[in-house]
């Protein structure tokens, strides 16, 4: 009876671990082809967050969100681009980590001063608005 209980704990090991594996090793979305669930202006959105910032997460969290704003400043830190979008609000900006596999082409196009349109996961709002797996739509 032993062996039995032995033989399905090692199956349904090997099942998760499997499961794991794939999970964690899961390619991320491509953002570029991509049809945003969203299309947003900064000011309206900082507002959004600001009138109630549960149901605003409720509704953008893991979600994709196009944008048009002016690029502020861009940082390279750790080998991740971090590009920052001006809102209106000097308190609250958009602070965007470029997806690395199309960081040189938006890097192209985004200049700082100039207006861009991006999209990406918004992740939520800590002091800024943040999104992830960002490609520039310019």
């Known amino acids: 009876m032993k062996k039995y209980y032995l033989g ?18 899961k390619p991320h979305k491509n953002l570029l082809n991509q049809k945003a669930d969203f299309v947003v202006k900064p000011d309206e ?8 910032e549960v149901k605003a997460l409720n509704k953008y969290l893991n979600k994709i969100v196009e944008v048009e704003a002016v690029l ?3 940082q390279i830190i750790e080998s991740k681009t971090l590009w920052t979008l ?38 939520g709002k800590l002091m800024d608005i943040v999104l992830n797996q960002v490609v520039c739509l310019n």
């Not at 090991?13 to 090793?25: D, E, R």
């Open 8 to 25: 399905i704990s090692l199956i349904i090991l090997c099942i998760a671990g499997f499961y794991i594996y794939t999970t964690y090793n």
């Open 45 to 52: 959105w900082i507002a959004e967050f600001d009138t109630d």
């Open 72 to 74: 502020m400043d861009v």
């Open 86 to 123: 001006k809102t209106g609000n000097e308190m609250v900006n958009i602070q965007c980590e470029m997806d690395p596999r199309f960081v040189n082409e938006a890097m192209k196009h985004g200049k700082k001063g100039e207006r861009v349109k991006i999209q990406g996961l918004c992740s």
